[in-house]
Structures are given as C-alpha cells and as structure tokens.
C-alpha cells in the first residue's frame, strides 16, 4: 500500500466526516433566532473547501433570507412561548446565555443588518459562492496571447 494512497483515504475520510457533520447541523439548528449561531457558521464556511459543503450552506441560508423577511420571525419574545416537549417531569435545562436575543423597546424590526440579515463581509462571501456556484470565475484572470 502506498502513501499516497493512505494520504488519499484519510483526507477522503476527513471530507466525508466534515459534510457527515455538515448535514446534521444544518438539518438540526433553528431557523428561527439565528443570530446566536450564523456568525460561527461563516467562519467555518470560509475554513472549508467543499463544493458540495458550499450547496449546502447556500440552500440552507437560503431558507433562511426567506423566512427572515417577516421581522416577527426572530423575535425574541417567542422564545418564552414555544413548548418544550422533550423535557421530563424531574429534568432540569441549562440556562445559557442569551444576550444576542435582547432588545430594548417594544417594537421588534427584525434582525437588519447591512445587507438583510448578512453583515457586508458575509454578504460578500455569500455572492461569491454563488458565482461560483453558477460556474462563475470571481478572481482576476490574465489572459496571454
């Protein structure tokens, strides 16, 4: 057995185990109330090269924009209304911190920030994955005749 061969099949492994973890998280998180965990989505998104990890991430922001362009859907009071049915009579919930979903005033308007719910620089890398996406070239090419 050759080492390229091992090298190939351990990063090969790597991928699938990084898309395998993908693929539950995305499938799993709220897409409610996203302001807690999109940031760290991005900054993992931009560590990985993966066409098919970068399908994933577009479809699921996607769902995403979409929901969030009614303002009450992020607000923060629902929190407190949403049943929690998984719970046992004698199970207690960790409490975490939630100063990313407090407000002052009444009035929700939404999660805004420069571009929709994206800050510029996501904004940016989103595109970019979408032109790429599309088969795009986003870099400078220098064409020598």
């Keep these: 057995m050759s080492i390229s061969y091992v090298l190939e099949h351990s990063f090969l492994t790597h991928v699938q185990s990084l ?15 996203p302001q807690s965990y999109l940031p760290m989505l991005f900054r993992v998104w931009e560590s990985v090269n993966s066409y098919m990890y970068d399908e994933r991430m577009l479809q699921f922001l996607a769902r995403l924009a979409e929901m969030h362009v009614d303002p009450t859907a992020s607000d923060p009071r629902k929190i407190k209304d949403l049943p929690d049915d998984a719970v ?15 407000f002052n005033g009444t009035y929700w308007g ?10 510029e620089y996501d904004w940016g890398s989103l595109m970019s ?4 996406s599309m088969g795009q070239f986003t870099g400078v090419a220098t064409f020598v005749d």
């Design 88 to 102: 046992s009579d004698d199970e207690g919930r960790p409490q975490w911190p939630n100063e990313d979903l407090q």
């Design 129 to 132: 994955k979408c032109l790429a």
């Design 110 to 119: 939404g999660l805004y920030k420069d571009v929709g719910i994206f800050t």
């Design 19 to 33: 898309l395998a973890s993908q693929y539950y998280m995305l499938t799993f998180l709220p897409l409610s109330h």
